[in-house]
């Protein structure tokens, strides 16, 4: 998918320079966007390195697993099926913390574990479960509460103020969270209707 | 809105002397394990160099070209009917699909435009807010072998859409156009 969406995008952008007489500026551009990738992601250095260093002392502290014990409550509700005490649980809810603070890699290990406990819960069937769409939900429109990335590019390319965007994301991502449980929700009761 | 902002900028900062005044309480080695969180961010930020060289390329070209214009130009009309900055539509198809793809729109606006336009601010919240959701279906779903994925794709991409929006609405509640 995106092999033959990266390929368009360029071959499109010669044939069309060739039309357009503006083969110039695609020779500029191929340096350019390259040097640009490069210089951008030496500029995410520092904020990144700055904050997993804070996400891991949050990590070593229990300081996630104590907001994961604060969201259980909500979470036992989205996901029924799954009894409270069940490993499931846990990695439900270490993932969605590991999410929610930009540690994307960190989060998806878990998501796999989530996974495999769903998968177990539903007697091993190759089969995607109610519960595992619900939490392939969630983790899509994922709650963010520090868009770590965002705000790095945002300070190479110096704004005025890069964390602004903080509160909106948060708002954007509770809003999507919140359809994406209510969309879920509408095709599972569909399902139950038809079979 | 006011508050919006303000929680914005305060955020961070009480966030990070929260962070190390309840490690120090707990007893644990702060600053080992700051350094040990920070190499993976390093290890990170060298590892998308080959991703975003790649994509950052492409957009370059169609952009230089001409070819991204002309596309805006024929979806307009359609876009600006729904209330859609027609730069954003590129990055709202690809974000769902590659999340390297949708980091270099996203600093390929950023760049253009300047991180405090609307566009910019847009393209920084729809990058945040969302995620890539064929990435997680295929990792998620593989790694445990599920081949019957029922509704999943379609909840993802409509739950994908809901952000997309949302995203369009509180960048304009909160920041105007």
């Not at chain 1, 040097?35 to 996400?55: D, H, N, Q």
Request: hydrophobic letters at 50%; proline letters at 5%.
């Amino acid at each position: 998918m995106i092999n033959i969406i990266w390929v368009l995008m360029t071959v499109i952008g010669i044939v069309f320079a060739m039309i357009n007489g503006t083969m110039d500026q695609v020779n500029e551009a191929v340096f350019k966007g390259a040097s640009e990738a490069v210089t951008l992601c030496i500029g995410l250095i520092s904020i990144l390195v700055f904050w997993l260093g804070m996400m891991k002392i949050a990590e070593d502290a229990g300081l996630l697993k104590r907001l994961a014990l604060l969201f259980k409550p909500i979470v036992k509700r989205l996901f029924p099926e799954v009894p409270s005490e069940h490993p499931a649980m846990g990695y439900i809810l270490s993932n969605m913390m590991a999410n929610m603070f930009g540690l994307g890699n960190a989060a998806t290990p878990l998501g796999i574990k989530a996974m495999e406990e769903l998968k177990n819960l539903n007697g091993g069937s190759n089969e995607a479960s109610r519960s595992m769409i619900t939490f392939l939900a969630i983790n899509t429109s994922s709650i963010t509460l520090i868009p770590t990335m965002v705000i790095a590019i945002r300070m190479k390319y110096e704004s005025v103020s890069p964390t602004e965007i903080v509160g909106p994301t948060l708002i954007a991502s509770i809003s999507s969270a919140l359809g994406a449980i209510i969309i879920d929700r509408y095709f599972y009761y569909r399902r139950t209707r038809k079979g | 809105m006011q508050i919006v902002s303000m929680i914005s900028l305060w955020f961070i900062p009480v966030l990070i002397g929260f962070i190390l005044i309840y490690g120090t309480f707990k007893r644990i080695p702060t600053y080992e394990s700051f350094v040990e969180g920070g190499k993976e961010g390093i290890k990170i930020a060298v590892s998308i160099i080959p991703f975003l060289v790649g994509m950052l390329v492409a957009i370059s070209v169609f952009r230089a070209s001409g070819a991204l214009e002309y596309l805006n130009e024929l979806i307009r009309p359609a876009l600006e009917a729904i209330g859609v900055p027609p730069e954003i539509f590129p990055l709202s198809i690809i974000r769902p699909i590659s999340g390297s793809a949708a980091l270099g729109m996203t600093s390929d606006l950023i760049a253009t435009y300047g991180p405090d336009s609307f566009i910019g601010r847009l393209a920084s919240v729809l990058q945040g807010s969302t995620d890539t959701t064929f990435y997680v279906l295929t990792v998620y779903f593989g790694a445990v072998g599920i081949r019957k994925m029922g509704d999943a794709l379609k909840v993802g991409l409509l739950a994908d859409l809901v952000g997309i929006i949302a995203a369009i609405v509180v960048v304009t509640l909160i920041f105007g156009i």
